[in-house]
Each structure stands twice: as C-alpha cells, then as structure tokens.
C-alpha cells in the first residue's frame, strides 16, 4: 500500500498504539506495519478543515457586519433548507443541521483529491459505506422519534384501515414486510455505489491526465471533477431528504 504523506505521519505517531488497539480486540490489519490507512487519514484531514472554517465562521459571527465566510455559510444553510423544505416538509427544521453537516462532509471528501499528496477517502467504499449507515440509522431514528415505534412499523405493512377485508389486512404485511425490509437495505449499497463509482472514476481520470501531461490540459477534467463531486454530494443529500420525508410522513 502506497501511503501519502500525511498517513505516514500519522502512522509514525499513532501507528503502534492503534496496532496494539486493534489486536487487543480481535482487529489485524491487513498492513500491521501501517494500520492508519490512506482514506481515514484522509477524513482526519477532512474533520480538521471543516472544525476548522466552523471556527471561523463563529468567531466572525455579526449581524451589523457579516463577512464573507459567514456569507458562505448562510448561503449553504439556505440552500439545504430550501431543499428540505421542499422534499421533507412540515418539520423540516430539525434536519437540516444534519443534512448540512452531510453535504460540507461529503463534497470536501470529493474534492479533496484535487489537491496535490492528498486523495478523496469517497473514492474507497468504507468511507460512502460510513456515510450511508450513519444516514440510513438517522431516518429510522427521527421516523420512530416522530411517529412512535408502532406508528412507524405501519410503513413496512401497508395500509391496514378498516374498511380494507380482513384477509387483505392479515396478507399485506406477509407480503410487504419483506419487500419493505430488502428496499431499505439496499439503500445503503445503493448510496454507496453511486457515491464511490463516480468518485473513483474521477480520481482515475485526473490522475491519468495529469500523470500524462501535467499542466494546463488537465485543468478541463480538474473542473469536471468538481462538477461531478458537487453532482454526487446533492445526489447524496437529496436522496437523504428524501428517505426523511418517507419516514417522518404521517399520510395513511
């Protein structure tokens, strides 16, 4: 395994603290001698920039004198909510801390790559898998919060009014349970693919280009990376949205 610098240093640091960790619970690396991989090391960078600008952005906190980063920042929180708004609905307010986090999480994982000695941790499929597992336990988590255990449960057994027959109410749950089961499931692989198959295939790209011809050519497929990491990140928070407003509805 090739490591970029800054996994090295985290390696020489913390590498044989963690090794011991990892062994001591039943975890062997498949590199022992370098158990910090390329990606985590990568989104340790990732967690650093982004606590980072958020401690600029609320040290510069003004109301009188806004300044650009809190522009920024406002004009992230607007366009998610917006978002949000649309797909989720009533209640929507609650989630958008989340979906913010989300999406600035994501597309500097996307575009990280872009910078010389580093590369994008969601072009390896834990760090998509990560995201998507987190995001697939938040929905089922604010659908039971908002609707209770047994309110929730009723979205994977379908409709069960009275007027349906009572052999229609006894079979739809037999049936549907299941299907509801294998499709909430396979958003998870589903988020994943999508999120690491672009990614990796835009890493590729710009390295091949730049591995090739190292300036000015490849400024057009640096750009399209961006587009596509910009792409991939609405995609990602969309969808979030989407399975929210799914789990948080309260229509029959």
């Not at 913010?100 to 000695?117: Q, R, S, Y």
């Not at 396979?186 to 988020?191: K, V």
């Not at 399209?224 to 989407?242: D, N, P």
Request: charged share 10%; with cysteine.
């Amino acid at each position: 395994m090739e490591q970029l610098a800054f996994t090295q240093f985290l390696n020489r640091l913390f590498g044989a603290p963690l090794l011991a960790l990892l062994n001591a619970i039943g975890v062997h690396p498949k590199h022992p001698e370098a158990p910090i991989t390329n990606s985590f090391s990568m989104e340790i960078v990732v967690a650093l920039l982004l606590i980072a600008f958020f401690g600029l952005v609320r040290m510069r906190l003004s109301v009188d004198r806004p300044g650009g980063l809190q522009h920024v920042m406002e004009a992230i929180e607007g366009f998610v909510g917006n978002m949000a708004q649309e797909v989720i609905g009533h209640g929507y307010q609650r989630y958008v801390p989340y979906l913010v986090i989300l999406g600035m999480f994501i597309l500097t994982c996307n575009v990280l790559g872009l910078i010389p000695g580093f590369e994008s941790p969601t072009a390896v499929p834990v760090v998509p898998l990560g995201c998507a597992i987190v995001t697939w336990i938040y929905y089922h988590i604010q659908g039971i919060r908002e609707q209770g255990p047994k309110g929730y449960l009723a979205h994977f057994i379908g409709p069960q009014d009275k007027d349906i027959p009572l052999v229609v109410r006894i079979g739809l749950p037999v049936l549907m349970f299941p299907v509801e089961v294998v499709s909430h499931t396979a958003r998870i692989l589903s988020l994943t693919v999508r999120l690491t198959a672009n990614m990796f295939a835009g890493e590729m790209v710009t390295l091949v280009f730049f591995s090739l011809i190292p300036l000015l050519l490849p400024l057009p497929f640096e750009a399209l990376h961006v587009f596509v990491a910009l792409i991939q990140t609405y995609i990602f928070v969309l969808l979030a949205c989407v399975y929210l407003g799914e789990a948080t509805a309260h229509e029959h």
